[in-house]
């Protein structure tokens, strides 16, 4: 098992020299922005994760924090704030409005939460875009340069992980996790349902705000309700599910993965992307619940036990 | 002011009618199976260009193309129904609800790209050669083609119930919804039960498409926006109650129109969502909250 972590930690060190050295070969921008996609997602579908994957509360109102921290941190950094300060603001407010529906929503369990939180993000999407319906354009647009833009998504991504695999290892995730699989059991000793998942939701939030700020600061133009609309919070749920929900690994493959179909449909058969993605979905919830990481670690016992069946050598019969 | 009062509340229990057929078919499903099928706007919305394209190719009366519209998302109920749905009848009701609710998205995602690959992203809509025709009854316009769609929701909404009441199959259904295991154990064949109300849903979901596409307009990305209308109704009216789908249809009708008159009517949407979330903090069982079907 210890051999096992650091052999992970190992592996995503490499992964991060590699991405953090691809702007120094890779030049052209197309491949920025495509990895820039990636990283959004790994953050968004992570950071949904958290809540709807360890705590188990399909949350459907993903966008509306992605949606509160790039608006809030849009309008201030026109207005001359310099960008740090925009985006803690961003991430601040997330915070906030993550406080303020936690309250009532937690009084809401299984779908009632989930609808509720599908409606709250409706209501923001919808009143932002009666109140500001004009096209928003960045700021910096004289010098606009995307590397430093990816080092941000890179930076937010890594951070994203990084306290995602925190929580899961630490007595708050265990917390999270018992709240998921029996929440009257984990009440009854003393695990406080409410307040392991308003925890979640408050982590869940805070990346998904920061997600949103950095969004703003990539973006050149666009209408300030685009990150509250609901495929915010619906790609990136099919991402982590597909992935493997409740895992750290499962919402980077998810992301990875439905770029990468994007990519390849799109160059052969258009955008029937999202009819694959959703089938894939569909069959994830119905036939495998742990979705690919699951997938993959059922096969690697099964040829486990495959290799371990062969008699290799003289067999020790008596442990004792 | 007391013309606009009065058309306000006209054309809300107009609209109203309209609401509660789109909830109709949502709430008889899960009032039934206890699947929430999230993907019941994109049902709704095939119903729309079902009747779009036989009004458009055989340029009959757009009332007339329900039979068609009815057939066809007939099929397609019973075809999502066997590929999915079937596989979780069995469940757990909490994880029943759960996981149709997720299948509901992934088939919602699906059905709202096909559309766009087939029919692309154009608004469209059934425009009746008597689309401008209006009476006027002490100063009130009713617009002929709202007042044709509250008929044939009230139509709907009957038919419904007497077939619950007054058929076997019908009795079967509610006494499923009562008690699934007692229904099993007096013969009823609960597999059917729930096929036949999953595809009654969908076809109603398809009538109510063609009064969208007759009174409004359809495109591929509409789906989410009628489902949530469909859960507000049927939150507002209590699950699986034609009555309260009814009450809650005309509620929702009347708050819109009447936040139109007083606010703008950019804020309808949002005034029906907060009602919505008030009401699943504070009464989560629905104001009328009954399980008889």
């Keep these: 098992m210890k051999r096992n972590a650091y052999a992970n930690i190992g592996l995503a060190v490499l992964a991060i ?51 509160i921290g790039s608006l809030v941190t849009r309008l201030l950094w026109i207005l001359g704030w310099p960008f740090a300060a925009c985006m803690a603001a961003g991430v601040a407010s997330a915070i906030a409005l993550a406080l303020l529906i936690g309250f009532p929503a937690f009084k809401l369990r299984g779908v009632y939460f989930a609808i509720g939180t599908l409606a709250l993000a409706q209501i923001l999407n919808v009143t932002v875009g009666n109140l500001l319906p004009e096209m928003s354009y960045n700021p910096a647009l004289a010098d606009y340069q995307i590397v430093p833009r990816y080092y941000l998504f890179l930076a937010l991504a890594v951070m994203t992980i990084a306290a995602a695999s ?155 | 002011m007391l013309e606009s009062v009065s058309q306000t509340l006209i054309l809300g229990i107009l609209v109203g009618a309209l609401y509660a ?18 993907a019941h706007g994109e049902l709704l919305m095939f119903g729309g260009y079902a009747s779009f394209w036989v009004f458009s190719l055989l340029g009959i009366d757009p009332f007339l193309t329900i039979p068609t519209t009815l057939i066809a998302l007939t099929l397609i109920g019973a075809i999502v129904y066997q590929l999915f749905f079937v596989r979780m009848v069995k ?45 006027t009854v002490l100063g009130v316009r009713f617009p002929l083609v709202r007042l044709a769609s509250l008929l044939t929701a009230l139509i709907f909404l009957l038919a419904l119930h007497l077939f619950l009441r007054k058929t076997y199959t019908g009795k079967a259904i509610r006494a499923t919804v009562q008690d699934w295991e007692a229904a099993t154990l007096m013969g009823i064949d609960i597999q059917r039960v729930y096929f036949l109300a999953f595809v009654l849903g969908a076809a109603l979901a398809g009538v109510a498409g063609t009064l969208v596409a007759v009174n409004y307009s359809i495109e591929p990305s509409m789906g989410l926006n009628w489902t949530l209308k469909a859960l507000i109704v049927m939150v507002l009216g209590g699950l699986g109650s034609i009555t309260g789908t009814l009450v809650g ?45």
């Design chain 2, 21 to 38: 057929l789109v909830a109709l078919g949502l709430s008889l499903v899960f009032g039934v199976t206890k699947f929430l099928n999230v």
């Design chain 1, 166 to 320: 925190a929580v899961v290892h630490s007595r708050l995730g265990l917390g999270m996790k018992a709240v998921r699989f029996q929440e009257d059991a984990a009440e009854s000793l003393g695990v406080s349902a409410f307040k392991h998942k308003l925890v979640a939701l408050i982590f869940s939030a805070s990346f998904a705000g920061l997600a949103g700020g950095a969004f703003a600061y990539y973006h050149v133009s666009y209408y300030l309700n685009m990150p509250f609309g609901p495929a915010w919070t619906f790609d990136p749920m099919m991402m982590a599910y597909i992935g493997g929900a409740g895992t750290v690994v499962g919402p980077i493959i998810g992301s990875v993965f439905f770029v990468l179909i994007k990519e390849l449909l799109v160059l052969h058969v258009g955008e029937y992307h999202l009819v694959i993605f959703g089938t894939l979905f569909i069959l994830v919830v119905l036939f495998l619940p742990g979705g690919l990481v699951e997938a993959w670690e059922k096969t690697r016992t099964a040829l486990q036990r495959w290799t371990r069946a062969r008699p290799r050598g003289p067999v020790a019969t008596d442990t004792r």
């Design chain 2, 91 to 135: 469940l757990p009701e909490e994880t029943k609800i759960k996981n149709t609710l997720l299948v509901g998205f992934g088939l919602s995602v699906i059905l709202q790209n096909l559309a766009l690959r087939f029919w692309s992203a154009d608004d469209r809509g059934i425009t009746a050669s008597y689309s401008g025709v209006a009476f």
């Design chain 1, 17 to 67: 020299v590699v991405l953090a050295c691809l702007p120094l070969v890779v030049k052209k921008d197309s491949i920025l922005n495509l990895l820039i996609l990636v990283l959004l997602y790994v953050v968004l579908a992570s950071s949904w994760n958290i809540l709807g994957g360890y705590a188990g509360q399909s949350n459907l109102g993903h966008a509306a924090f992605f949606g």
């Design chain 2, 249 to 293: 249809g005309l509620l929702l009708g009347l708050t819109e129109s009447v936040t139109s008159l007083l606010l703008s009517s950019n804020y309808r949407e949002v005034v029906g969502l907060v009602l919505f979330v008030l009401i699943l903090i504070f009464r989560p069982q629905g104001l009328f909250g009954t399980k008889e079907a």
